[in-house]
């Protein structure tokens, strides 16, 4: 159970920074990807600066943090994510 929420809250993430970073999602697998790799960059920046994450909406910020981060490097380098 603890896997399918860890899914939809990265799908969400994921979804979310697409709109803050280009208006509009990325289409439901990308969106997945970007939510669940942006999980790992959240979770690996907020331990660096000693933030803690105790909730469902803390770890959905996180997330989305980490994915806003990802898409705006991916931009940066010249790719189309």
Known sequence: MHIISVL??????????GKVMRGSGYGIIMDLVLGLIGAVIGSWLFRQLDIQVAGSLDFLL???VGAVILVGAVHL???TA
């Open 62 to 64: 996180m997330a989305t």
């Open 77 to 79: 380098l010249g790719g």
């Open 8 to 17: 939809i809250t990265g799908l969400v993430a994921g979804w979310l920074a």
